[in-house]
Every structure is written in structure tokens, then in C-alpha cells.
């Protein structure tokens, strides 16, 4: 019984050691359950997931932290297109945690690398309504052959089985086929489409589309816009337009500019979404084609070099494929076992 007065640890409790035991494992077991969820919510990722998957395997053959480990980390972000930039942002953000939180094994490093692409996509992001007008409007806007035109029409769909009352504006009026192309998704998902001959003013269509909305009583307006004019400048002053035409309506409008991104083109996607973002001003993203590339670590550097938040997903092409972007769900899809 003398021995703390002789420096000597007391011996440590057995019962506190077995809570700990009991308490990791639950963890553990938390941590799975989460994966297999995440799994089957974020099946469309299963391509990407076999890119991560590298990722767990590299820990496990080489359960060290060296310049190998650090080398084949980065190796396997490129190749799920994480990107150069942010890529390389992490291998030395980890690096750093490391160091200063003495890790002695690859898999520690793993779960850091999680945690770190976790808070390098932020917290969901959903949806920003007016709160001074009955009606939202939010402006769609991305380059022809993204899914620009279909992600309007799935997300006025979601909208509507949340109970919105959704009307949708062919303000793509520069292409014939954006405008019947959204009068075919109008009568799939049955929301109705305000449009006008092609060539015709967009801003004319936003203005038809807001009236509409006002009489009728609609509390959702989406608005397709032209992927691509002429010029920068004629984009840029469209887009002008079309916001004070919705300011007449609605002063605190347009409440989302969402570009839509497709994940198959990947960084050559990012260039063109870093120009509408230093032109226009972002506030979300719509990332669609998920299902059909390796290249969802994509997601990371959109958020990262764009510094606005994805919104959204695009899984495949039925209707009902959209989904809201949920950042811890989906980087546990990643990591899960296949």
C-alpha cells in the first residue's frame, strides 16, 4: 500500500481497462455499421470506392509511416482524381498531424486522412429558400453535355415529393433541343415548364415563369439557363438581366446559382467551373455522371479549389437519381470494404 510514495504506478484498474475494451469496440462496431450503410446508400460509387480500396490496402501491407507510405497515399488520391493541388495539400496537412500527434502506424494515418476529407468537404449544405418572398428561385447554370438541363428537372422532382410547388423555366433558349429537352423532363416528373420559341429573350422566359409562379402559386421556380453564349461577356450580362428581372419579383432572389459539374471529365471540368465561379459567383454544386467514373475523388477538389459546397449528387439517369450530398456519408462510401 506504500507504494505511490515510492513511485511506483498503482496497478491499473481491470474493470476501467475492460470498459475501454468494450467501449473501442463498440466504436469499432459503430464504424462498420456506418460503412455498410454508407455502402448500399452510395452504391453508384462503387467504381471510385475500388480507388480507395488501394487506400486500405497500402496501410495494411505497409503499416509504417514512410516516404513509401506517403508515396503510395498520394499516388492513389491522383488516381481517383483528388487533383494535384489538394492532393498534395493533404499528404503534408497529414504529415504534420503525424508529427504532432506522434502516430506510430499507417492506419492511424488513414483515419486521420478520413477525418481530414470530411472537413475538407465541410458540413450539408441544403437548399437556401427566401424567407421574404413565397417564391425561391434557383438559377442552373453549367456547360452544354453536363446534365445541366436533366439536373433541373430531377431536382424540381425532389422538390416536389418534399411538397413544393415547382415550376421550371426554359431560359435555355439558345438551343432548340435544351427547350424541348426540358418540356419531355417537365411532363415525366410533372412539373410544369414556361418556355418560348428558341431565340427567344431568356429574359423574357424569367419573366413569364415568375408571373406564372405569382398567380398560380407556385413557391419554386428553377431556372435553365444557357450553358455557353458567344462570349464571356454576352454569359455574363444575361446573367445580369435575368437576376434583376427576378429582383422585380423577388428582391432577395435568386436564392442558389448552381453550376452543374460532370464527374467523367473531371479536372478539365474543374477549369471551366473556376471561370462561371470568378464570373458569376457560385453558392453550390451539383455533381453529376458519379456513377458512371473512378474519378469520384473529384468531389474534393470541386469543394476545395471552387470554395463553395456541393449540394448535390447525380447518380444515374432515372428520375429519382439525385441525391443531397451528405460529406461524412460519403467518405465512409469511399473507404467501405467492397
Known sequence: MFSRFFGHKPE?????????????????????????????????????????????????????????????????????????KTSEWLIEHLRKRAAAENMRSGKQVQRALR????????????????????????????????????????????LTTQGHKVLLAAADTFRAAAIDQLKVWGE?????VISQNPGSDP???????????????????????????????NLMEELKKINKIVQRFVPDGPHELLIVIDATTGQNALL??????????????????????????????VVDDLGVPIKFLGTGEKVGDIAPFEPQSFVAALFAHD
Not at 31 to 60: K, S, Y
Not at 75 to 84: H, K, N, R, S
Not at 125 to 137: A, D, G, N, T, W
Not at 275 to 298: N, P, Y
Open 203 to 233: 429574359g423574357a422566359v424569367v419573366f413569364d415563369a415568375l408571373q406564372a409562379a405569382q398567380t398560380r402559386g407556385y413557391d419554386v421556380v428553377i431556372i435553365d439557363t444557357a450553358g455557353r453564349l458567344h462570349t464571356k461577356y
Open 12 to 84: 491499473e484498474d481491470p474493470n476501467k481497462k475492460d470498459q475501454q475494451a468494450r467501449q473501442e469496440q463498440a466504436k469499432q462496431e459503430q464504424a462498420r455499421h456506418d460503412e455498410g450503410q454508407a455502402e448500399q446508400r452510395f452504391n453508384f460509387l462503387r467504381r471510385t470506392r475500388q480507388i480507395f480500396n488501394r487506400i486500405n490496402e497500402t496501410v495494411e501491407v505497409n503499416d509504417t509511416i514512410d516516404d513509401n507510405l506517403w508515396d503510395d497515399l498520394e499516388e492513389q488520391l491522383l488516381a481517383a482524381d483528388v487533383g494535384p
Open 272 to 301: 471551366q467551373a473556376r471561370k462561371f465561379a470568378e464570373d458569376v459567383g457560385l453558392t453550390g454544386v451539383i455533381v453529376t455522371k458519379m456513377d458512371s467514373t473512378a474519378k469520384g475523388g473529384f468531389a474534393f477538389s
Open 115 to 158: 477525418e481530414e476529407l470530411v472537413s475538407l468537404l465541410g458540413k450539408p449544405y441544403p437548399l437556401r429558400f427566401s424567407k421574404q418572398s413565397p417564391i425561391s428561385v434557383f438559377l442552373i447554370i453549367g456547360v452544354n453535355g453536363s446534365g445541366k438541363t436533366t439536373s433541373a428537372a430531377k431536382l424540381a422532382h425532389l
Open 188 to 192: 415525366r416528373v410533372n412539373v410544369p
